[in-house]
């Protein structure tokens, strides 16, 4: 039995949700009139502040996050921006010059003895190391900015595979962290009969819709929910069509996939959160920064809370089955928590989706509060447009 039959999950349109980003405050000015009042609440909750609180953080994030927008368009040249435990945005300068003026911006400069360039390109030498053998054993790897390094992350390194893995990572020195004890990973499914998406029998979560320049309708989705392009049904009706996904089981894998919604049907521009704050609307998509705060909405977790943690994060999957590892680059990982039939729902960030859920660690179990603690895997959904070169539906 191949693997995608064995992960299907998630829940239906009213998957993730988190924070976003929006412009600041004017006098007199309450939460709701900024943001949508659904997702100040959630975010609030999740924090255990008050929602003028939850708004002012909002408001501080975005405004930083303009601020490097606006330097970036003035040609100032930086090399990777983060938020800090504090919720300052941090810059990686690439000289005395762009430092001052990071600064002159009410921003962290720092000089990064790597910085993200050339952290990237260990990090893409790693990733061509693994897809021409999965290292099973190294459960991912990824960029971290805050503490300057590509970090690795294992769970068993006895392999051969694992062990010449390693082996080029320690090469780089100071620039690369090995973390161990790590757990397995899996992408996070459930088959069980009544959820919102069903085919053949199993079932995953809706996730965003969007359309491509013709108009046509789409589901975007995590690529191992429609690994064999199924007929996709909600509530026993059938409502689109798999028709692309770049998941396959031991191989090397990108977990995006889309679906043809059929003519008469349509997805929302809602994400639910499971009756903590109402519905929060779709805006727009984008990337929240390092850092950020960010909630989910899944099927089996509900709504659960966390941050952004890093992008361009590579993992490997293993298969409940004994099949091969799957290596799948590309993703977002964050600290929400989220477990098996959570997968290919919706991850947001104020009111800017963000991805759908991936995987996480396999033996995870959230408490049951919005701020469980715990780990997770999204693919972004930016990369997913861009590649199958749609437009997000927006509210």
Known sequence: MRISRNILAATAVGALLAVTAASGAQAGEQPADRYDPAMVKALATSLGVSE?????????????????SALDKKGVSTDG?????????VVNATGAKAEQRIEDAGLTPRVAEHGKTALDRIKAELD??????????????????????????????????????????RAHGDAVRVVEDQQKLSTQAVVS????????????????????????????????????????????????QGTDSRFAVGSRSVDM????????????????TYGSAGTVAVQGSTRAAAGADLCKSGRTTFWTCGKVS????????????GGPDTVVTGLGSSTVCTEGGDSGGAYISGNQAQGMTSGGP???????????????YFQPLDDALSHYQLTLNTN
């Open 52 to 68: 003028q609180a939850a708004a002012t953080r909002l408001d501080r994030q975005a405004a930083q996050q303009d601020r490097l």
């Open 81 to 89: 921006a983060f938020f800090d435990k504090a919720g300052s945005l």
């Open 128 to 169: 061509t190391k693994a897809l021409d053998q999965a290292p099973a054993g190294v459960t991912a790897w990824s960029v971290d900015l805050a503490s300057d390094t590509v970090t690795v992350e294992v769970n068993n390194a006895k392999s051969a595979a694992a062990k010449s893995f390693l082996k080029a990572a």
């Open 193 to 240: 009969p009544g959820d919102e998406m069903a085919f053949n029998g199993y079932v995953c979560s809706v996730g965003y819709g969007a359309s491509d320049s013709s108009g046509k309708q789409y589901l975007v989705t995590a690529g191992h929910c429609i690994e064999d392009l199924p007929v996709l049904s909600y509530k026993g009706s059938r409502f689109a």
């Open 257 to 272: 996939g889309i679906a043809a919604v059929d003519s008469g049907s349509s997805i929302a521009t809602q994400v639910g």
């Open 310 to 321: 890093s992008y361009n994060v590579t993992v490997t999957y293993s298969d409940a089955n």
């Open 362 to 376: 396999s033996a995870q179990r959230c408490s049951g509060s919005v701020n469980s603690p715990g780990s997770s």
